[in-house]
Structure formats: structure tokens, C-alpha cells
């Protein structure tokens, strides 16, 4: 898809990859891309790699699904990094796998905490981080090695923005000692209750993207003004040479 590999499933075959992939020890690292994700993958070649080597690239959004679908994928449906992380710990919950949650602003990785363990009684976050709103310095390097050393977390949860926390995952998941990373970004403010979600209808029918324009707009405003129309684009010149090439 535009270069970018995502991968063509749902909720139900995204569980089962990840509940192998913990069952058998597996590490790797999960990407939840939409149509930012792929825009910003189109020039960045850096990054571009690193959602094509992942264990899984989730379409997070609508129209990476209808994509999918376009292209004869009918099972795809969205896999939403809030939605994603629910299910990755309600299975969890009662299979006593581990968590840890790196990232947010001062105070959400805590407060995320909290409200899952209070979602899912028995669920096992062992550990929380806030990094700086930099790269590591080597010392926090060393210090953050030496916690996930300790803790040896199953589930390492990233809540940064794209592309920083797909390329912090590509730095790290093969030095840190957990298995499976997983890079959910806003995930991390919705479910620890500071920041609202679109409504569902707006999330099935492709606007979650104005919801949160019109929430944030000083913040969002070039992201989804650039990023959408140039999307629309180039999956467009995408599907017209899929379209000749089935009728040659």
C-alpha cells in the first residue's frame, strides 16, 4: 500500500498473531499505522523500513482498510491502537503475561496504569517510564535497560507520537528484555481518560480525523491538512494502476 506494507487483518487475527508470538517467546515490534503513518513513510525511507520489518503493521485507519479491501482483502477491518491495547490485556489478564508502559506526558503512564488494573482486576503492569521529550541521554539509556532488565516485561507498551515511537521501537525492542513492543501513540491519553475519542460512527466512517482536528487544531491542523489530500492522491494513481493492470 503506497509502499508500506500493512498488514491485511482484524482484531480477531491481530489477538491470535500476538498471543502466539507471546506463547512462543517471539520478539518483535507492532506498528498502528494510518493514513499519517503512510504519508510520512512516502518520504522517509528510514522509516518506510522500519514499518515494512515489523512483526505486525496494523491498519489504524479507515481508508488504509477500505485499501485493503479494495485490493481483495475483504476480511480487514480497523485495528485501533486504543482497541488493540484493550484486547492485548483482556487476554492477557487471564494468561498472567506482563506489561510495561513507556511513554506519555508526566503522569499518564501512571494514570493509564491505574485505569487498566481497574478495567482488568489480576491484569500485571509491572513498570512504568516518562522519557524525556528528547533522545535518551546513555545514562537513561542504561537506566531504562537496567528496569526492563529487572521486570523482563512480555508486553512493552510505547505511547509516543508518529514517527518517533516506531523508530524508538526500532532502536531498542532487540537490546531491551521484553518481547513484543507495540507502538499505540494516542492510546495512551484516550484510555487514561485525557483526551476524548471520536464517536464510534465518526470512527467507522473515516472522520475520526476532523473529531480530532477540531479538538486540537493548533496542533493538527498540517498533519491532517497535508497528509489526507496527498493520501487521497496517490492511493487514487495507486488504484488506477491496479485498475489498467487487471484489465491488460
Not at 522509516?47 to 496494523?58: G, K, P
Not at 510505547?158 to 531498542?172: C, D, H, R
Not at 475520526?208 to 487521497?232: G, H, Q, S, T, V
Request: charged letters at 20%; a positive charge.
Amino acid at each position: 500500500m503506497l509502499g508500506v506494507g500493512i498488514s491485511a487483518l482484524n482484531l480477531d487475527l491481530a489477538e491470535t498473531a500476538v498471543s502466539q508470538a507471546l506463547e512462543n517467546k517471539t520478539k518483535g515490534y507492532i506498528c498502528v499505522t494510518g493514513v499519517h503513518g503512510v504519508s510520512e513513510a512516502q518520504h522517509d525511507p528510514t522509516f518506510r523500513a522500519i514499518l515494512n520489518h515489523s512483526f505486525l503493521t496494523t491498519p489504524d485507519g479507515m481508508p488504509t482498510v477500505w485499501m485493503g479491501r479494495w485490493q481483495g482483502f475483504r476480511h480487514m477491518r480497523r485495528v485501533y491502537g486504543p482497541d488493540l491495547m484493550l484486547r492485548v490485556c483482556e487476554f492477557t489478564q487471564r494468561r498472567g503475561f506482563t506489561h510495561f508502559l513507556y511513554g506519555g506526558a508526566p503522569g499518564v503512564a501512571d494514570a493509564l496504569k491505574a485505569q487498566l488494573e481497574q478495567r482488568f482486576p489480576g491484569l500485571r503492569i509491572v513498570g512504568t517510564y516518562t522519557p524525556p521529550f528528547r533522545a535518551l541521554t546513555p545514562e537513561e539509556e542504561r537506566d531504562l535497560a537496567s528496569r526492563v532488565a529487572e521486570l523482563k516485561p512480555d508486553i512493552f507498551w510505547v505511547g509516543l507520537s508518529t514517527p518517533k515511537q516506531e523508530k524508538f521501537m526500532a532502536q531498542y525492542w532487540q537490546t531491551l528484555d521484553a518481547t513484543l513492543f507495540f507502538g499505540v501513540g494516542a492510546a495512551f491519553d484516550f484510555l487514561a481518560g485525557r483526551t476524548r475519542q471520536a464517536p464510534r460512527w465518526m470512527q467507522r466512517s473515516g472522520l475520526e480525523w476532523l473529531f480530532r482536528l477540531a479538538c486540537d487544531p493548533a496542533r493538527l491542523w498540517k498533519r491532517y491538512l497535508k497528509n489526507n489530500p496527498l493520501f487521497i492522491f496517490r492511493a487514487l494513481c495507486q488504484l488506477t494502476h491496479l485498475r489498467a493492470y487487471r484489465l491488460d
